[in-house]
């Protein structure tokens, strides 16, 4: 419990303050509310009280864990960025930087998140307790949640104390540690493919529920828009799950530059995407109109919503775009870095000379951005924020954050060949990583649309028989609700509702299931969009058809 609450940077008198006592002191609050409200008014919120009961549990459960989450955030946050983090400090080795004001440039950068603050332990000790590095590594080694980082540390501190040039110690560690979180990586990518797998269960376990929640009202009389809660809150629950959990396992390894400066690019988007939300609100209101003021055409709900939702395919086509665009650049961005810090270092470190015989080169997408950077670096005007320019206008987050290492080591009189071969084959390695996340991605893609399909057709086939013997039992001349005591009947009105209640599913699959994948595939939600509006028309063509079915095979019409 200590140790956890080190990470947690509080005391065990601070936790129980201001974390468990208040999640506590709510949780009695909701259970009492809960009890209240199931007393008095139970029939008529029903499954909501009953929901109620699990509220507290929940906080409680939040509060006891909280140390171990706090831990798991760290320990993520530090693998997530071991990369970039070694990456950086092979690129200020190959300079005669002094160690300690190496590990204070570090520890300043915020981006490293929890690995810039176990930096600044690094640094805080041999200032201010006039440690030396060895003992520092070991000191903290022994403290982080990281194994991968620990075990870089106690290695760091062993071969210092070996007498160990510390630049060749250095470039030989990049391959160590590349390699653990190559190893780290793949190992989330297969939990991922297990997990598919699981999900594929799960969902067709739903699906057999919620078709046979259809049918209960009909064989025990239970209340449909019970039933109706209970199928939506199972389906909700289970699909937040799914993204909650991709959430946690997916690397964090983020497309799209990070820096927080919107690009032509980045306005190019929103713009599009304000556009199409106003085409979705004038779609949706013609259709509404056309259909149930005018009435001179008759389309069915769940293609009035797809219609409505599809201009949100434009944002999300040139989002899709950008990003395919931003991974070429990726793909090309070692070679134009080896490139560039092989032709400085034969030409005595002069980037700009460098840099314009490489403007004749092709490099791809990447070859624009490379002449725009020589006409800037030529100006003479702002050489950091020239650079800068560069690496943020690819859009290309591994871009930016290696061009700015190689830019900063360059800065202090590091040789451009050593720093652009560190950088260029840890490059490498991550576009490798992300070619197997892309195929991962593509398989969860097929699975998604796959069961939202299976979705449909139990769901709408399951309401078909309900339909067709609510029908055949209305016919019946037996007086009240009940046919021989046995089967019930269910007001036309319950049974539109829960029409729209099975699209209502659909959609919210639809949905959850796009923003999954672009969490897998690291890319923006935007991106997600063009898989929304798939699985919306997918969803409504798989409703239609097995209305259909169900029209020639039982008569019914819903």
Same mark, same amino acid.
Request: with cysteine.
């Given at each position: 419990?200590?140790?956890?609450?080190?990470?947690?940077?509080?005391?065990?008198?601070? $936790?129980?303050?201001?974390?468990?006592?208040?999640?506590?002191?709510?949780?009695?609050?909701?259970?009492?509310?809960?009890?209240?409200?199931?007393?008095?008014?139970?029939?008529?919120?029903?499954? &909501?009280?009953?929901?109620?009961?699990?509220?507290?549990?929940?906080?409680?459960?939040?509060?006891?864990?909280?140390?171990?989450?706090?831990?798991?955030?760290?320990?993520?946050?530090?693998?997530?960025?071991?990369? &970039?983090?070694?990456?950086?400090?092979?690129?200020?080795?190959?300079?005669?930087?002094?160690?300690?004001?190496?590990?204070?440039?570090?520890?300043?950068?915020?981006? $490293?998140?929890?690995?810039?603050?176990?930096?600044?332990?690094?640094?805080?000790?041999?200032?201010?307790?006039?440690?030396?590095?060895?003992?520092?590594?070991?000191?903290?080694?022994?403290?982080?949640?990281?194994?991968?980082?620990?075990?870089?540390?106690?290695?760091?501190?062993?071969?210092?104390?070996?007498?160990?040039?510390?630049?060749?110690?250095?470039?030989?560690?990049?391959?160590?540690?590349?390699?653990?979180?190559?190893?780290?990586?793949?190992?989330?990518?297969?939990?991922?493919?297990?997990?598919?797998?699981? $999900?594929?269960?799960?969902?067709? %376990?739903?699906?057999?529920?919620?078709?046979?929640?259809?049918?209960?009202?009909?064989?025990?009389?239970?209340?449909?828009?019970?039933?109706?809660?209970?199928?939506?809150?199972?389906?909700?629950?289970?699909?937040?799950?799914?993204?909650?959990?991709?959430?946690?396992?997916?690397?964090?390894?983020?497309?799209?530059?990070?820096?927080?400066?919107?690009?032509?690019?980045?306005?190019?988007?929103?713009? $599009?995407?304000?556009?199409?939300?106003?085409?979705?609100?004038?779609?949706?209101?013609?259709?509404?109109?056309?259909?149930? #003021?005018?009435?001179?055409?008759?389309?069915?709900?769940?293609?009035?919503?797809?219609?409505?939702?599809?201009?949100?395919?434009?944002?999300?086509?040139?989002?899709?775009?950008?990003?395919?665009?931003?991974?070429?650049?990726?793909?090309?961005?070692?070679?134009?870095?080896?490139?560039?810090?092989?032709?400085? %270092?034969?030409?005595?470190?002069?980037?700009?000379?460098?840099?314009?015989?490489?403007?004749?080169?092709?490099?791809?997408?990447?070859?624009?951005?490379?002449?725009?950077?020589?006409?800037?670096?030529?100006?003479?005007?702002?050489?950091?924020?020239?650079?800068?320019?560069?690496?943020?206008?690819?859009?290309?987050?591994?871009?930016?954050?290696?061009?700015?290492?190689?830019?900063?080591?360059?800065?202090?009189?590091?040789?451009?060949?050593?720093?652009?071969? /560190?950088?260029?084959?840890?490059?490498?390695?991550?576009?490798?990583?992300?070619?197997?996340?892309?195929?991962?991605?593509?398989?969860?893609?097929?699975?998604?649309?796959?069961?939202?399909?299976? /979705?449909?057709?139990?769901?709408?086939?399951?309401?078909?028989?309900?339909?067709?013997?609510?029908?055949?039992?209305?016919?019946?001349?037996?007086?009240?609700?009940? #046919?021989?005591? /046995?089967?019930?009947?269910?007001?036309?009105?319950?049974?539109?509702?829960?029409?729209?209640?099975?699209?209502?599913?659909?959609?919210?699959?639809?949905? /959850?299931?796009?923003?999954?994948?672009?969490?897998?595939?690291?890319?923006?939600?935007?991106?997600?969009? #063009?898989?929304?509006?798939?699985?919306?028309?997918?969803?409504?063509?798989?409703?239609?058809?097995?209305?259909?079915?169900?029209?020639?095979?039982?008569?019914?019409?819903?």
């Amino acid at each position: 419990m200590f140790e956890c609450m080190r990470h947690c940077g509080m005391s065990l008198e601070r $936790y129980f303050k201001f974390v468990f006592a208040p999640l506590a002191i709510i949780a009695l609050i909701v259970l009492i509310l809960a009890t209240f409200l199931s007393s008095l008014l139970f029939k008529s919120i029903g499954l &909501f009280a009953v929901l109620l009961y699990f509220v507290p549990a929940f906080l409680i459960l939040i509060a006891v864990l909280y140390p171990k989450i706090i831990i798991g955030r760290v320990r993520n946050q530090i693998d997530n960025n071991i990369h &970039f983090y070694i990456t950086h400090m092979g690129a200020l080795a190959t300079s005669d930087i002094d160690r300690k004001e190496m590990m204070k440039i570090i520890s300043n950068r915020k981006e $490293y998140r929890a690995l810039a603050e176990e930096t600044r332990k690094i640094f805080l000790l041999m200032e201010k307790w006039n440690r030396n590095l060895s003992q520092a590594c070991r000191f903290i080694a022994r403290r982080t949640p990281s194994k991968i980082f620990s075990e870089f540390l106690d290695r760091m501190a062993h071969e210092l104390d070996s007498g160990e040039d510390f630049k060749d110690f250095i470039k030989r560690e990049q391959k160590t540690v590349m390699n653990a979180f190559a190893t780290n990586y793949q190992g989330k990518l297969y939990s991922i493919d297990i997990f598919k797998e699981v $999900y594929t269960s799960i969902i067709i %376990s739903l699906s057999f529920f919620a078709a046979f929640a259809i049918i209960m009202p009909f064989l025990t009389g239970i209340s449909v828009t019970f039933m109706l809660d209970i199928i939506i809150i199972v389906f909700i629950i289970v699909e937040l799950g799914v993204f909650v959990y991709l959430k946690a396992v997916a690397p964090e390894d983020p497309v799209w530059q990070t820096s927080g400066e919107m690009t032509e690019t980045d306005w190019k988007l929103y713009k $599009y995407f304000y556009i199409s939300m106003a085409l979705c609100l004038v779609v949706f209101t013609v259709i509404l109109f056309a259909n149930y #003021v005018y009435r001179v055409v008759n389309i069915p709900v769940p293609f009035i919503v797809a219609l409505s939702v599809t201009p949100l395919i434009i944002p999300g086509y040139l989002s899709r775009n950008e990003e395919a665009v931003i991974r070429d650049k990726d793909k090309n961005a070692p070679s134009f870095i080896m490139s560039l810090g092989a032709s400085a %270092s034969a030409r005595g470190g002069d980037i700009l000379e460098s840099l314009k015989f490489l403007t004749a080169h092709d490099f791809g997408p990447l070859t624009k951005d490379v002449r725009n950077l020589y006409k800037r670096l030529k100006t003479r005007i702002n050489k950091r924020r020239a650079w800068e320019k560069f690496s943020i206008e690819t859009g290309s987050n591994l871009i930016y954050r290696f061009t700015d290492m190689f830019v900063e080591a360059i800065g202090l009189g590091s040789d451009p060949k050593d720093v652009a071969e /560190i950088i260029a084959e840890n490059f490498t390695i991550l576009n490798t990583l992300r070619a197997k996340r892309s195929q991962t991605t593509s398989s969860f893609i097929g699975i998604a649309y796959g069961v939202i399909i299976g /979705i449909a057709f139990s769901l709408y086939i399951s309401f078909g028989v309900v339909q067709s013997m609510n029908k055949l039992y209305s016919k019946l001349n037996i007086p009240g609700t009940f #046919v021989g005591g /046995i089967l019930h009947t269910v007001p036309a009105s319950s049974l539109a509702i829960l029409n729209a209640m099975v699209f209502f599913i659909l959609l919210v699959h639809a949905i /959850i299931s796009s923003m999954s994948i672009k969490v897998m595939d690291g890319g923006r939600f935007m991106s997600s969009l #063009v898989h929304l509006v798939g699985m919306v028309w997918v969803a409504a063509i798989a409703g239609f058809v097995s209305h259909t079915v169900m029209v020639n095979m039982l008569g019914v019409h819903f």
